[in-house]
């Protein structure tokens, strides 16, 4: 035992010297069976060593919590460098859905499934330390960087609490119903995949209802009224989606009652899809006259009981109420109640939605960013900054601009203010410096201060809120990503615009969005597509073109297979109407 010690305490010396040291125990058990050998090595890190300093840099990472898997949000999880970060994320959901095949949700076309890809599954892809809490953003302390969240999944939860370095809120929207009574307690609503599969369930109900004994003709006819309010695009495309439903399959299903159904879509404007070319617009309402889907423009809903639906008609000022089984409200978004606590805390109570700059960075914090639904641009105006712009401009300070002075800044007017590039298209001048001729067209060699402001009145005329779609927000979240993943180097060399209102210039350009078209299924294997180039496509050609478009958005081979698979079961055996 003598010796076996000697040789423990050499063996254990023989480390001590170095940077990472050792403790070595050797054991040794003799024994008429035989012997055996364990080694045990307890080690320890001491300061400066390499694995002292991966920790360290480990702390020093700043913090990301991004709140929201919608468009935006998984957008920018998706293309953040995730090895520079502490990333957390938060959501209600624990799944990106693929909202704009939420229509053909509701009707079976598409299984809710198919459209539906786990976080954790996009998460794993990215082979990095990612935490994801499926819980609600219940409140934001701008002041203390903290966010306070609520599990959705057991109420005995306790709640939670974050501290941020840098929040990305992207929440996305909730419906909007501006006030109107029995609107919440009544009527559908197509936001999430929930709320699809909650129609699905109801339009059977109605079906089963109507076929029930006895009932009288307008009770039958009452179940299968089915009413959209909003002639949007989601309004349009469940319109769409359900007449086929009810044509191709519901009324073989329920002979007796084919008669009875009817569909209506209220809008409050003077056409429906204003918000695409009037080509389009107009393509669909005759296409919806054809089909039976009565279209009621210029009507706007006052209430909504169980049974019934009133509403006011603004040319006349009549009002009549009209029976219904179901209705779906598509009328616009509205914001969540955490972000409009969070809006009065800095200051923007008295707005509608969460405003931000060119940036996304929201307006009084430095460190707050919001994407998609939840927020807007703040496009600053150029009337703003006119002074500056000319005093910028006029490098010998005369007090008068010439052509060349104006070209030494039109790159960096043209990258900051978005709406001069809209309103040189739209009047048809080919060069920025046609805006400096005089009111007969003729060149200047020269203008004053009062002749810039002059040629400059009409541009912030242009100005236009981007839409609430998932193009903008998927364009938004992939821009956010590419700013942070180039922080430093652009802090170090920006890349932005000249700074009119200081020194230098911005670290990055400003968002702009690119609108890569909008489509618009109009049933019966027709849609109608507005695209780059003032080119509207209408027809069945379309509607393959809006298959393979949207097949080829979808966020995973996983969930590309299954859409496909769904539209090719649908071909061969119709729509599933089980109510499960």
Request: overall charge neutral; aromatic content about 8%.
């Amino acid at each position: 035992m003598t010796i076996l010690s000697s040789f423990v305490r050499r063996a254990s010396g023989a480390f001590s010297g170095s940077s990472t040291y050792s403790r070595l125990l050797v054991l040794c058990t003799l024994s008429l069976s035989g012997g055996g050998l364990v080694a045990y090595s307890e080690s320890q890190s001491e300061p400066g060593s390499p694995a002292s300093e991966h920790g360290e840099k480990e702390r020093e990472k700043k913090r990301v919590v991004l709140l929201g898997t919608g468009w935006a949000g998984i957008s920018f999880l998706k293309d953040l460098d995730v090895s520079s970060y502490d990333v957390q994320v938060v959501s209600p959901q624990n799944y990106f859905a693929f909202t704009p095949l939420l229509p053909s949700v509701t009707c079976g076309t598409v299984e809710a499934r198919s459209i539906a890809e786990p976080v954790r599954n996009i998460i794993k892809k990215r082979n990095a330390e990612i935490q994801f809490w499926e819980a609600e953003a219940i409140k934001i302390d701008a002041a203390k960087n903290e966010v306070f969240c609520k599990s959705n999944i057991d109420k005995e939860t306790r709640d939670f609490s974050l501290e941020y370095d840098y929040l990305i809120i992207a929440v996305g929207a909730q419906v909007n119903t501006f006030g109107t009574p029995g609107v919440l307690e009544n009527c559908h609503f197509l936001k999430e995949l929930e709320d699809a599969q909650k129609i699905r369930r109801t339009v059977t109900d109605c079906f089963e209802k109507a076929v029930l004994p006895g009932l009288s003709e307008e009770e039958r006819k009452r179940n299968l009224h089915f009413v959209i309010v909003g002639g949007g695009p989601t309004g349009v495309e469940f319109a769409a989606e359900l007449h086929d439903y009810i044509q191709e399959d519901l009324i073989n299903l329920y002979p007796t009652v084919k008669d009875l159904v009817r569909i209506t879509l209220i809008q409050s404007g003077d056409h429906i899809l204003n918000s695409f070319d009037e080509r389009i617009s107009s393509f669909a309402e005759k296409k919806f006259q054809r089909d039976g889907i009565e279209v009621l423009t210029e009507c706007r809903v006052v209430n909504v009981s169980d049974k019934e639906i009133t509403m006011k008609i603004k040319s006349t000022g009549a009002v009549c109420s009209i029976p219904h089984g179901l209705v779906l409200w598509s009328t616009g978004v509205g914001t969540r109640p955490a972000i409009k606590d969070f809006m009065e805390q800095i200051g923007q109570g008295k707005r509608r939605v969460l405003a931000t700059n060119e940036w996304l960075r929201v307006k009084e914090c430095e460190n707050v960013y919001a994407l998609g639904d939840c927020a807007t641009i703040d496009q600053r105006k150029v009337m703003e900054d006119i002074s500056t712009i000319f005093a910028a401009a006029d490098k010998d300070n005369s007090g008068t601009l010439t052509v060349e002075e104006f070209q030494d800044v039109i790159d960096d007017i043209l990258i900051r203010y978005p709406q001069v590039e809209l309103y040189l298209k739209n009047k048809h001048l080919n060069d920025v410096t046609d805006l400096l001729k005089d009111p007969q067209g003729n060149p200047r060699r020269e203008v004053d201060i009062e002749g810039f402001k002059l040629a400059l009145s009409h541009v912030d005329t242009q100005m236009k809120s981007l839409p609430a779609t998932a193009q903008v927000a998927a364009q938004q979240g992939a821009y956010l990503a590419r700013n942070f993943n180039r922080r430093q180097q652009c802090i170090e060399h920006p890349e932005g615009p000249r700074r009119f209102r200081g020194l230098g210039r911005h670290h990055f350009r400003p968002f702009r969005y690119k609108h890569f078209g909008q489509f618009a299924p109009l049933g019966g294997e027709q849609a109608a597509a507005e695209l780059p180039g003032d080119w509207v496509s209408m027809g069945h050609s379309t509607q393959w073109l809006w298959y393979s478009v949207y097949a080829s958005k979808q966020v995973s081979w996983r969930t590309r297979v299954l859409v496909v698979s769904d539209w090719t079961r649908r071909f061969i055996f119709g729509r599933d109407s089980s109510r499960i």
